[in-house]
């Protein structure tokens, strides 16, 4: 090659790698902002991260790529959700982690929101006692104090890396901004009227004409409130200037939480809810979240009723699946809330002879009406939006997390001069006895709103193991649907021996006791519909698409196959 070819090959080289460079975010190599794709499946040796957007399973495989462990990785997605995904990623609500370290120690971390020393029972009940629900979903009063900062430096004692590297790939997606998907610029644009009438200072998720796919969306005070975390850790959120920015928020919009309340929130560290199914442990989350304990119920209920023969989506399957959520479902609006603040029978609740008890009234010819089934009498002497994200290391700390705003976009208040979501979770408690929240599910005074009291969740982050080993970690947004479809994933793997591809993308359906119908995804085999209504099952209105699982199973041999659900932007990153 002479001189001057060797010169010119040298500069362009130069100049191309100095262009991509500036594209992608300075921590992160492997991360462009402004041109990724969508992976729905990967196999991989040293680690994996599957949640709900490209970029932020990206961000979390570098954190693994860079020495990170696990949780390294998990804290590092999080704070990239609460960038690029706004309407469940967060920093402004709460979720849930469950983890099993490759030491063997399992945990479970309750980051939820917690109720306002301002809250009361009745705060969401006009003067006529009827309950305002457009209170308890939308604006200020709606939030809880969030719990996402606290549970992510709490975590952060698991983690290798320091918490400032975690957070600057978060900051760097914040201030220089990335391209939206077609999902993101549709999901804007539908709220758009909700972000005016709940935002006096106008937020960055407003604009004059159409968000559409490619937008560049830059969130500085967002980027600003993340360096302030950064710089002075746990309390650059619940005190100083952001906790100024929230208090001021929730008086202009007579909202209650407090600095004390801000300054008082604590993550909790819980004793994770662990059975036996057959061969397998599986490890879940306990109260406040109702995930784990119904999950239990549903599993034990069909244990010994050899589902597997029956075949997937048989009309018998189904049927049975359904009559077992049914009661699981009876049971959470009577006996499960926060456990620091009510005495939730959890042992007699999955006590074998209970739940035999529960199923008595099972009838393979016929449904049985929700009406006819109360929660169970004790053995006495006794989207919808948040989002999972599962992870996988080489060590084999495997780690499952979910959280949530709520509703999409939670309270739809974004905090003035801080740029993020404030969660509507106040939703989930019982706001009067009876009347069905945001996802249809009823309660009563275990879930009561007490100030200082966690509202009850049904988020269902998942860890099984098998031969003491992590097998599969999962998870689901969807509401009161998290359980119903954490429990149909794991059937379809461990009963129906399907592929974690077809566990997860064929039509799911669930039933939560109330309303008494079936809800259903499209798909979902017509000919079961009709010889199901034939027993007397009512089915309630197709849905376009129910949850969306992020799994990863661990194969013979030890490799790890990592798959994002399709019905999303998800995406599965390994290495
Ligand atoms: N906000 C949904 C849940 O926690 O179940």
Redesign the pocket.
Known sequence: MNKAVFYYLTLFILLISCKSSQKNIGVSAGVNPFHYSITKKVIAENGAVVSAHPLASKVGLEILKQGGNAIDAVIATQLALAVVYPNAGNIGGGGFMVARLNSGETIALDYREMAPAKANRDMYLEAGGNANTDKSQLGHLSSGVPGTVAGLFASHKYARLPFEKLIQPAIELAEKGYAISVTEAKALNAIKDDLVQYNSITPVFIKPADWKKGDTLIQKELANTLKRIKEKGQPGFYEGETARLIVEEMIRGNGIISYDDLKNYKAKFRTPHSFDYKNYLIIGMPMPSSGGLLLNQMMKMIENRNIAAMGFHSTEAVQLMTEVQRRAFADRAEYMGDADFYKVPVSMLTNDIYLQERMKSYNPDKATPSSTIKPGMLLRAESEE?THLSVIDKEGNAVAVTT?L?NSYGSRTVVGGAGFFMND?MD?FSIKPGVPNLYGAVGGEANAIMPGKRML???TPTIVLQDNKPYIVLGTPG??T?PTQVFQTLVNILEFNMSTEDAVYKPKFHHQWLPDEIMYEKGFPPTVKASLEKMGYTFGKERTGIGRTEIIKVLPGGKFEAVADIRGDDSAEGW
Do not use: Q
């Open positions: 948040t949530t709520n979770e989930d969740s049904s988020m509401g009161t998290i």
